[in-house]
């Protein structure tokens, strides 16, 4: 998708900027999470297809998505329960983007399930950019180099990077794909911070974005 502005950052929003871009891709683990956590007990499960992921007793919803649009996430987990469960609900926040784009819905309920605050009033900005410019997406992006800090029993911070060489923005109407030539600014670097709700589902409450990112080139 790299005929648009990186996710979150057209929304004029004051994001956080706690973690440094060399999240992406880092090794360095500061975990605390030596508790169990509510929710860490799903942290290993993976969608039954890369088109769709099931409900689950958490209240998760169902994020089907069309053949056409594909995520990949590597890792997907690490063995930490806990880190596990914060990377399998950032990867299904990522669905539910693609999945309120292709439906042309904002409001979407997947969407407002994994977002919170500033993160969901972004998200809803960024969805509907998409919808007034009578555009849809297609095509599949790797997100890779994902690391996980847990801070506290209900706080986390998420740093990944995103290739979107071959993920484009498609005109509805005419079908014709934008942003198909690969550059630099195909790869997104994103910051994160994540919290643990009441229902032990971990909503992203704030992001960092930076396109073209020197730690997540190739």
């Known amino acids: 998708m790299n005929g648009r502005p990186?996710?979150?950052?057209?929304?004029?929003?004051?994001?956080?900027?706690?973690?440094?871009?060399?999240?992406?891709?880092?090794?360095?683990?500061?975990?605390?999470?030596?508790d169990k956590i509510a929710g860490a007990d799903v942290g290993n499960e993976k969608s039954a297809?890369?088109?769709?992921?099931?409900?689950?007793?958490?209240?998760?919803?169902?994020?089907?998505?069309?053949?056409?649009?594909?995520?990949?996430?590597?890792?997907e987990g690490t063995g930490d329960p806990v880190k596990d469960a914060v990377l399998r609900d950032n990867a299904e926040m990522i669905r539910a983007m693609d999945a309120a784009i292709v439906a042309g819905d904002p409001k979407l309920p997947a969407l407002g399930f994994y977002t919170e605050g500033e993160a969901a009033a972004a998200a809803h900005e960024w969805v509907k950019g998409y919808v007034d410019d009578g555009l849809t997406i297609t095509g599949t992006v790797r997100y890779?180099?994902?690391?996980?800090?847990?801070?506290?029993?209900?706080?986390?911070?998420?740093?990944?990077?995103?290739?979107?060489?071959?993920g484009y923005d498609k005109v509805i109407k005419t079908s014709k794909l934008k942003?198909?030539?690969?550059?630099?600014?195909?790869?997104?670097?994103?910051?994160?911070?994540m919290r643990l709700n009441k229902d032990g589902i971990w909503e992203l409450t704030k992001i960092t974005s930076t396109r073209g990112a020197a730690a997540c080139q190739p």
Request: glycine share 8%.
């Open 6 to 34: 990186t996710l979150l950052a057209a929304a004029a929003l004051t994001f956080v900027a706690a973690l440094s871009l060399s999240a992406c891709g880092s090794g360095d683990d500061n975990s605390k999470g030596n």
């Open 49 to 75: 297809s890369p088109s769709a992921s099931p409900p689950d007793s958490a209240g998760r919803p169902e994020i089907k998505l069309p053949s056409d649009v594909k995520d990949t996430f590597t890792p």
């Open 144 to 166: 890779f180099d994902r690391n996980v800090q847990v801070k506290s029993r209900d706080s986390a911070t998420i740093g990944y990077c995103a290739d979107e060489t071959k």
């Open 179 to 193: 942003g198909t030539k690969a550059s630099k600014d195909s790869y997104v670097a994103y910051t994160g911070q």
